[in-house]
DNA sequence: TAACTAACGTACCGGTTCGTACATTAGGGA
DNA sequence: TCCCTAATGTACGAACCGGTACGTTAGTTA
């Protein structure tokens, strides 16, 4: 056994560059990205900042690397869902029930997604594993539209990227703007007596809207 | 007449602080507060950057500044909508419409919201102009929603800011994300072509939540 | 075991950027 | 008209921060 598993390798590049990612990737969401710093990166792994150039060149690319696994990462959990057992109606809230609850376990991914859009998406623009690709979300909605309005349960005016929207802007919104919006109003949105009543309050529109023919 | 009208006077602190002031928005909502520099500010100024820190102590204040003065814009605006000539759901479609309209008008303020929310309302949250005032558009919700609930028309389980929390997701999902959605499902929001679509979208929904008893 | 390379560490540089010390001028009041 | 102060301009400093030159060590392979 000459390829014996390496354990606790003192040098190990996968572990280091992965390490680099992970705390880059919560720097970067929790200050955005000109407020993040490349020196409070590196202080915050056990590892150099000569590292983070010499696995990722930059911080702009290190930035691009954290986006790219973070989206890669809720393209996998959207995979999990499966809904074909359920009525059109059902598999609505079923959908908007695990977006809800996606959104409110990955609110690193929410700032990093706000961060993205204040610079325009000018860094997701360029990933070719990002654009073009229909989410599974996306998907499964359609198959779903497609047996409401045969089934004559739904309206035929909005297709699955519509109400992709609708989910999502509540449910991101909840999150990102939870701050202005607890201050302004004086409601805490994330509270957790609250969050049966948002929940349910979601699905309801949603599904409420679809059949409002 | 020793007080005439100073018309187009060298010196003028209001004006040379307003300016500033105008500039300074745009710069933050551009490039976030990190990402603003005082001295493209004082470049973008007629003056010089002497005079922000003459009229505003420093960086951060004049952000704070900034930010204020685009709330209390909003505010003001609000203040304008009356509805009490029409029914219950009319009157809800026609806040959905005007927050839609608004959103839509006004991209800058949209971004300084998120941009304040990254800083997770660090700023806002010590400025004691925004706390505790309900808003001209919750308090008029809350009356249209006692209205509906009268009348029968409308659930019970929803309260004016539920019913502000849902039209302010959709509202400003769509301008403040355009650029990751755009992106990711090549569609854009924005497009002058669907604005007639969304906009009754929302109205559609809301409308119909609240009429699903 | 020698030698070669991937992986890692240290120390430092140069430009950027917020902020300020200091000088100056406009304009109103006595 | 003279003077006092609000308003403005110039030049510069000091710290920060992204990035790199240079040196070292671990692990693999012949």
Same mark, same amino acid.
């Given at each position: 056994?000459?390829?014996?598993?390496?354990? @606790?390798?003192?040098?190990?590049?996968?572990? *280091?560059?992965?390490?680099?990612? =992970?705390? @880059?990737?919560?720097?970067?969401?929790?200050?955005?990205?000109?407020?993040?710093? &490349?020196?409070?990166?590196?202080?915050? /792994?056990?590892?150099?900042?000569?590292?983070?150039?010499?696995?990722?060149?930059?911080?702009? +690319?290190?930035?691009? #690397?954290? %986006?790219? =696994?973070?989206?890669?990462?809720?393209?996998? @959990?959207? +995979? +999990?869902?499966?809904?074909?057992?359920?009525?059109?109606?059902?598999? $609505?809230?079923?959908?908007?029930?695990? /977006?809800?609850?996606?959104?409110?376990?990955?609110?690193?991914? $929410?700032? %990093? &997604?706000?961060?993205?859009? $204040?610079?325009?998406?000018?860094?997701? /623009?360029? %990933?070719?594993?990002?654009?073009?690709? !229909? *989410?599974?979300?996306?998907?499964?909605?359609?198959?779903? %539209?497609?047996?409401?309005?045969? #089934?004559?349960?739904?309206? @035929?005016?909005?297709?699955? $990227?519509?109400?992709?929207?609708?989910?999502?802007?509540?449910?991101?919104?909840?999150?990102? !703007? +939870?701050? *202005?919006?607890?201050?302004?109003?004086?409601?805490?949105?994330?509270?957790?007596?609250?969050? #049966?009543?948002?929940?349910?309050?979601?699905?309801?529109?949603?599904? =409420?809207?679809?059949? *409002?023919?």
């Amino acid at each position: 056994m000459t390829a014996s598993p390496p354990v @606790a390798r003192r040098r190990d590049a996968e572990r *280091t560059r992965a390490e680099i990612l =992970a705390v @880059a990737t919560a720097e970067f969401a929790d200050r955005g990205y000109d407020g993040a710093r &490349v020196d409070e990166i590196a202080a915050r /792994t056990s590892t150099t900042k000569r590292m983070i150039y010499y696995y990722f060149s930059g911080k702009r +690319q290190l930035y691009v #690397a954290a %986006l790219e =696994a973070a989206y890669a990462r809720i393209r996998e @959990a959207e +995979q +999990q869902v499966s809904v074909d057992h359920l009525g059109p109606a059902d598999a $609505i809230r079923r959908i908007a029930e695990v /977006t809800f609850d996606h959104h409110e376990a990955n609110p690193d991914f $929410i700032r %990093l &997604v706000s961060i993205e859009n $204040i610079h325009r998406a000018e860094h997701i /623009t360029r %990933l070719p594993s990002l654009v073009k690709i !229909n *989410t599974p979300a996306v998907l499964l909605l359609d198959r779903i %539209l497609s047996r409401g309005r045969e #089934a004559g349960e739904f309206r @035929a005016d909005v297709d699955a $990227i519509d109400v992709h929207l609708m989910i999502s802007a509540f449910c991101f919104f909840r999150v990102a !703007n +939870q701050h *202005t919006f607890g201050a302004i109003f004086e409601r805490d949105l994330l509270d957790p007596a609250r969050r #049966a009543h948002y929940r349910k309050m979601l699905s309801d529109m949603v599904v =409420a809207h679809l059949t *409002t023919l």
